[in-house]
């Protein structure tokens, strides 16, 4: 992939949510009914769920680009798989599936690719086995952590027991697992976690009328007196804040642009990167707001301008999870230095993101310092002084955000990024959506 100058203009949609997309296609499945979900991303990380679920025995139908009508088969309905259920480079896929398998009277095996199963698993591995399911994993790097391929075993009556949880690490990927395999308990099951990670589970279980309230930072499914029914109600999943981080960012960085991104999930617990971009003085505005299946959506249009260093940390970093590599891009070219922090988190990504984007952006000419748990970059020192190489480790959002940095430094010069074809992971329209708003990328 390469990337060259230009304002960037125009008005786009981005991929479906990649994060309700999962949820989208996991409660439908589990629904007492047919369900259509309108909207889903179409990435290969929603295409493992959806394949999974297709090898549990679950009817989909793929109604052309973005639509599915999902033959939900209840919340005992599953069948156990013929196959492992693979998982590619999906740890949403595999937690969360972890989780809805955990209660059934089968076996399933779920496995993925080289990244994914570098991944630590003993974070739901634990909370499922103190539920009643058996766990089991590969050992790997770190010494007593629980990697992929996984085998999960539920108790042959079908039914676990409710479990209050405190969680170490803000994961909605944990919290959801729990919750998943809390509608196959006895007894209520509570979650309680260190800073506020998405809530799309609970707002979607919520949605299609499961006993699940929040408070605070603890989420608790209560199946007592329930009819253990999912309403089969259609869905509709926004476009990912997470995919339009980059062009938004892009936008603000790249001299002379203006863009819009329509239709974009703005629940609170993912617009970290929008409050991080406000205090960095930013051109961001929102509008059109509205609210779709329990999850507020908006258009966001963002201006070329000047930007500000920051210090980010605590809640807000939870928030911004996955937008912390572009954030980085935004500060290496605000002026002064920010500093990011509480992001241990990063480590354990698609790749080390804290290590990737630390490496890649030395790259553009950046003065960034590598810290455990975060980095500090100086922001103004961008360039791209002759033809330069990014490797992106097949993290998608690496890749991406080395592109946005490519936009608006390399000038005259053009960036390549190895390995970039994980893009589609999460947003498989990224590369036309860029050259949509007048940027030059491609594919090589
Ligand atoms: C996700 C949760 C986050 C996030 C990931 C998607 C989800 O991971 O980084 O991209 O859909 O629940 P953690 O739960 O590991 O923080």
């Not at 009914?33 to 309108?38: F, I, K, L």
């Not at 089991?136 to 027991?161: D, I």
């Amino acid at each position: 992939m390469t990337g060259a100058r230009g304002p960037l203009r125009g008005s786009v949609t981005v991929a479906g949510d990649k994060s309700i997309g999962h949820r989208a296609i996991m409660a439908g499945a589990l629904a007492a009914g047919t369900v259509t979900v309108r909207g889903p991303g179409g990435g290969e990380d929603n295409r493992r769920t959806l394949e999974a679920l297709r090898a549990l025995g679950v009817v989909i139908e793929e109604r052309g680009p973005g639509e599915l009508t999902i033959h939900g088969v209840g919340l005992d309905g599953l069948r156990a798989p013929a196959a492992l259920l693979d998982c590619g480079n999906s740890g949403t896929s595999i937690r969360l599936l972890s989780g809805l398998l955990a209660s059934r009277p089968f076996t399933s095996a779920l496995s993925g690719d080289t990244s994914l199963n570098g991944r630590p698993m003993r974070r739901v591995a634990d909370p499922l086995t103190r539920m009643g399911a058996r766990i089991e994993g590969a050992s790997g790097a770190k010494a007593g952590e629980l990697y992929p391929p996984l085998r999960v075993t539920g108790p042959a009556s079908g039914r676990l027991t409710g479990i209050d949880h405190t969680s170490k690490v803000a994961s909605a990927q944990v919290k959801s697992a729990i919750l998943l395999a809390g509608l196959g308990a006895e007894g209520p099951t509570r979650v309680r976690e260190p800073g506020p990670s998405r809530d799309h589970t609970e707002r979607m279980l919520a949605y299609l009328g499961a006993p699940i309230r929040v408070e605070g930072g603890l989420s608790e499914l209560d199946p007592t007196g329930w009819d253990r029914r999912l309403e089969p109600r259609p869905l509709e999943v926004p476009g990912d804040i997470s995919a339009a981080a980059f062009p938004l960012v892009a936008a603000l960085v790249v001299e002379g642009s203006e863009l819009t991104v329509r239709e974009v999930g703005v629940n609170p617990t993912r617009t970290g990167l929008l409050d991080a971009l406000a205090a960095m003085g930013a051109d961001v505005v929102c509008g059109a707001e509205r609210v779709a299946c329990g999850e507020p959506v908006a258009d966001l249009r963002a201006r070329a301008g000047r930007l500000r260093a920051v210090t980010l940390g605590g809640e807000l970093v939870v928030r911004a999870i996955d937008e912390l590599p572009i954030l980085a891009v935004a500060a290496a070219f605000a002026d002064g230095v920010t500093t990011i922090r509480d992001a241990e988190e990063l480590r354990v990504k698609e790749s080390d993101r804290i290590a990737t984007t630390t490496r890649e952006l030395r790259r553009f000419g950046v003065e960034i310092e590598e810290r455990e748990g975060g980095m500090v970059i100086h922001g103004g020192s961008a360039r791209v002084r002759g033809p330069l190489r990014c490797e992106s480790e097949g993290d998608h959002r690496i890749a991406m955000a080395c592109a946005v940095a490519a936009l608006a430094a390399a000038g005259e010069h053009s960036v390549d990024i190895a390995d970039a074809g994980n893009i589609a992971t999460s947003f498989p329209q990224f590369v036309a959506v860029m050259r949509a708003l007048g940027a030059e990328v491609d594919w090589r």
